[in-house]
């Protein structure tokens, strides 16, 4: 594979068609492929995707030919069972575009968005995110923004029957201590199950 790939030189162009072998034992068909460039370890901070640490000591710059990235490019394996939360974060981090692979995600922890475009494959239940915890799903972030889109995806704690005041949240626009908060933001097309909130606002703002 690309990472264990030691003739490997700065300036070749590399094309991988997923991003783990052995992708047909958990998926259909290959996911997180991209292109890369390889490039000097002095050059940018390795997240997975953007930036890939090679074991020749070099590093693989993610080109994305497509300006809409998926996690799958940074590492996320889409099967229900690894936590994918630190690859669907570092997506978000990286790109103001983000599409979310067919399938579902499994999460441990809150995903941190700002006004981005995020959205999922095809319908709602095209993209599954199940959250293994009781913590908010997604929650707003960083400076005071217009715009952004979260859309066409599920969003599951495990359950049909919320226990009331536990921590189980599916969006998160932030608490009565925030300083910032979205404007205009859109919601459309997702589906949330055993939330003990769907939605909250606790901002003020609304």
């Known amino acids: 594979d690309m990472i ?3 003739t490997l030189y700065v300036g070749q162009i590399v094309k991988t068609i997923a991003y783990y072998n052995g992708w047909a034992a ?10 890369y460039e390889i ?8 997240d997975g995707g953007s930036f890939i640490a090679l074991s020749n000591g070099l590093r693989a710059k993610g080109l994305f030919r497509n300006t809409i990235l998926k996690p799958s ?3 996320a394996k889409v099967e229900g069972v690894s936590d994918d939360s630190a690859a669907i974060q570092a997506t978000i981090n990286f790109s103001k575009k983000v599409q979310l692979d067919k399938g579902t995600y499994s999460i441990c922890q809150t995903i941190y968005y700002t006004a981005q475009l995020i959205e999922g494959y095809g319908s709602q239940r095209g993209t599954v995110i199940s959250c293994s915890g009781k913590f908010s799903a997604f929650k707003y972030t960083g400076a005071y923004a217009n715009g952004g889109k979260l859309s066409n995806f599920a969003i599951t704690f495990g359950t049909s029957t919320p226990v009331l ?5 599916g969006i998160d626009y ?3 201590t925030d300083t910032t908060w979205p404007a205009r933001y859109t919601v459309e097309d997702v589906y949330i ?6 939605i909250q606002d606790d901002t003020g703002a609304w």
Do not use: K, L
């Open 4 to 6: 264990s790939d030691s």
């Open 26 to 35: 958990t998926a259909v068909e290959p996911i997180g492929g991209n292109d």
């Open 39 to 46: 490039v000097s370890s002095s050059i940018g901070s390795v």
């Open 73 to 75: 490019q940074f590492g």
């Open 165 to 169: 005041a536990d921590a189980s949240i």
């Open 174 to 176: 932030g608490s009565s």
């Open 193 to 198: 199950r055993g939330a003990t909130r769907a």
